[in-house]
């Protein structure tokens, strides 16, 4: 299906599609702070759980996230983005109202499951309005200005906490879906024709999975975008914790967390100038090396290094940063590559890939949260062994890229 013509200017576009897509990382970073009180206010047996709040609403999310697409190419764009913010709204406000820590897991559940349309749904309308190099640009600008929501997220919900509780944050969220559904609504146009939608069915679906899986450059880019997706699930269940139980600076957690969070935005910048140039692997390929060192940087030091608490921060603060970039070169090229010959089952595409890459990425990353003992290294061999992966798969798309030339 060839691009549509957009009418809006391309600035607001790309601001759409960014708070749409922040819809979800907004709903996961900015309740960060208030974590350790959810955690003592509704399970104070076992305050460790409240790391499965991120994991419901992620888990939610991947669900959402899988049904969106097929629903957003049989309905359309736009009534997909509305029924999933209504959901979003609905889960936080039940979340506001949560009185035990099941009750804010069913109610994070359904805010993932919300979540999961606007953030589909950018992708596809990228998809729908831009193709190739020029959309892995406007990818990149996008999680340029993606990226500054969630640095900005955990201070905003500091603030917020600190000045009406925690559950206020619940009530941001909700505000949050509100301006979503408006400017969607005034601005973005249709682009699906009702000739052009498909028919709901499983068979529909399972072909077109059948069909994206056939294609080697689509199949490696989904399981790096896995990896990938672990890599950054891995730090958000575990960076809090190691910043209140190991480095011991809870009350600054939110100021270093959002300083080391904008090099997503600072490396998509760099990723929207040069992708265009060097191609979407390559970019990724330096992100991923780049990563492995100071991953393995940091693993020595853990291991071989004497108890310097101030050496061991400014490690694992350099550490932190590389991820950021990582993340901010890799998730927008990896899911460009992804999408690029799958113009026409764009909805679908974009929900199978993200689907598979968020629960993928968040059961690989809740698995390795059990095993924090406040020290370093579940985070440090989780983050490696995802690292590994996607370095495996780049591999694999270069030989693709040599044997296709």
């Known amino acids: 299906m060839s691009p549509k013509q957009l009418s809006i200017s391309r ?17 996961i ?47 359309g764009r736009k009534l997909t983005t509305y029924g999933g913010l209504v959901l979003f709204c609905s889960g936080a406000y039940l ?49 340029m200005i993606f990226a500054l929501v969630p640095s900005l997220a955990p201070l905003v919900g500091s603030f917020v906490i600190n000045a009406f509780g925690w559950r206020a ?8 879906g509100i301006l979503n559904f408006v400017w969607v609504g005034l601005r973005i146009p249709e682009p699906l024709e009702k000739h052009q939608r498909a028919t709901i069915n499983f068979a529909h679906v399972v072909r077109s999975v059948n069909h994206m899986f056939q294609l080697p450059v689509v199949r490696f880019s989904i399981y790096a975008l896995i ?18 139980q190991i480095f011991a600076m809870p009350e600054t957690f939110v100021y270093w967390f959002a300083a080391a969070s904008i090099c997503v935005g600072i490396s998509s910048v760099f990723n929207s100038r040069l992708v265009m140039r060097l191609g979407m692997r390559l970019l990724t390929q330096y992100a991923t090396y780049l990563l492995l060192t100071t991953t393995v940087i940091s693993l020595l030091i853990e291991l071989f290094a004497d108890n310097n608490l101030s050496l061991h921060f400014v490690v694992f603060y350099i550490w932190l940063m590389s991820i950021f970039v990582m993340i901010g070169f890799s998730i927008g090229n990896l899911t460009a590559l992804a999408m690029e010959p799958l113009g026409h089952i764009a909805g679908t595409a974009a929900s199978t890939i993200n689907a598979l890459a968020t629960f993928g990425g968040v059961l690989f990353a809740t698995i390795i949260g059990q095993f924090f003992n406040a020290t370093l290294f579940p985070m440090i061999i989780g983050v490696l062994l995802a690292t590994l992966c996607v370095f495996a798969m780049i591999k694999k798309l270069s030989r693709l890229e040599r044997t296709a030339s």
């Not at 669900?63 to 097929?70: D, E, K, Y």
């Open 11 to 27: 600035a607001e576009f790309v601001a759409i599609m960014a708070i749409m897509s922040a819809t979800a990382a907004l709903s």
């Open 95 to 143: 979340s506001y109202l949560a009185t035990n820590i099941e009750m804010m897991f069913a109610a994070r559940f359904i805010q993932g499951l919300g979540a999961a349309a606007p953030r589909i749904i950018a992708q596809a309308l990228t998809r729908d309005f831009y193709s190739g190099r020029e959309m892995a640009r406007i990818t990149s600008f996008i999680m």
């Open 29 to 75: 970073d900015g309740m960060l702070p208030a974590l350790p009180q959810i955690g003592s206010e509704l399970s104070p047996q076992a305050p460790n759980q409240s790391q499965l709040v991120l994991s419901f609403f992620i888990w939610g999310l991947a669900l959402g996230t899988f049904i969106s697409g097929p629903i957003s190419d049989a309905l």
């Open 227 to 244: 990896a990938c997706y672990a890599v950054l699930f891995v730090t958000l269940l575990l960076v809090q914790q190691a910043f209140e």
């Open 169 to 176: 944050v619940f009530a941001s969220f909700f505000l949050f």
